[in-house]
């Protein structure tokens, strides 16, 4: 195992890297822009190292920034949380071109993952189920239109290098095709230096359930169910819960084993996870997320699995120490994204200091967060202000438990707003609570909002 493991990543995600890391005795690095010089994580780290300015090219970004601590600090290891360079394969070539242990797949896998119509590809070679679309990148704008009036309206065109929601349109008519085209390339190349795009039907009333997946350098490869994360805005989740509810066991079973199978076939090491489109009792492979999630918690909460510490374990060339018959789900894990938006202004991000910050407690409940009484929110990274993850025996009880720990939440700055009444108006929704809701949810909650009540007298 590692001596000394940099952590190259900021916020909740480092926070939380570190501490498995210094429960298995492990001696950690921190590295920090100027703007956050203050934060939780320089507190939390043994050694923190600052790296460059507030904005991410210049240091979160910056892989010979985060080399160089590494050098500095006699790291073996970098884990690079989610986000930033987590699944970038320079980054991780970078890393082993210095001798250093990149936490997560090997940097061929990551970039043959990373270029999602290439892992189309291969999930369909390994016989995954995917919507009709392209198996390859649609260069012209003639084969896209030949392609879309193929398949059918409305179609959905995705950069192949994109996440977390950006770099797609939806288009739901051959006019629109032509601009849609041209923005989602010219959107793709500004946002990932690369406008390649790729085509394949839009499914209008549709889950997003994902599977959790481990594999070592020992050819064992295992999962621990799904999550589903069909709320969102904008393609991004905002509530992840495991089980899945509802779910047929066929098809629980069966979404499992492509995950399974898709990750023998292309030799996966790490953390990873795989997602997938369900509709009408048939599930299709989306893409795969080469890094931890930001929705990990669920799954940890359900099986027990201390994800972060497997990351390494399998990075340090260690077998898996679990079974597939040991993993054994109990209860039911909800997770509330909490962002410092505003909603009422199509969730615009509201950077500020925070002047108060008091996250919920109580049994069963756990918070993922860098915010404090003073913390003062950046412009420059993510919104994220706090994670709040609930347990039950029973999808019921795990929801109270969540509405009365967002009632909890105590959030307050100048011009800061935050997202926890909407969650709470989310997990209220009867479509929720029966477990029948899909990725149009919250889009129509915000189209048709409640009605005021009526004041008495």
Known sequence: MFDTVLVANRGEIALRVLRTCQEMGIRTVAVYSTADADSAVVRAADVAVQIGPPQPRGSYNSASAIVEAARQTGAQAVH????????????A???TANGLVFVGP?????????DKAVARKLMSDAGLPLLPGSRRVVNELGEALALADEIGFPV?????????????????DRRELPG??????????????????????????VRHVEVQVLADSHGNVLHLGERDCSVQRRNQKLVEETPAPGLDPRLRAAVADAAVRGARAVGYVGAGTFEFLVADGEFYFMEINCRIQVEHPVTEMVTGVDLVREQLRVAAGEPLDLTQDEIQPRGVALECRVNAEDPLRDFAPTPGLLDEFQPPAGPFVRVDTHAFPGYRVQPHYDSLLAKVITWAPDRPQAIARMQRALRELTVSGAGVCNTADVLGEVLAHPDFRAGTHTTALLGAMLADPPAAPERAG
């Open 80 to 91: 690079p949380g989610y986000g930033f360079l987590s699944e970038d394969p320079d980054f």
């Open 93 to 95: 070539e970078i890393c």
């Open 106 to 114: 090997p940097p061929d896998v990551i970039a043959r993952l990373g």
């Open 156 to 172: 959905i065109i995705k950069a192949v290098a994109g996440g977390g929601g950006r770099g797609m349109t939806v288009v739901r």
């Open 180 to 205: 849609a085209y041209r923005r989602t390339r010219s959107t793709a190349q500004a946002l990932f230096g690369n406008s390649r795009v790729y085509i394949e039907r839009f499914c209008e009333q």
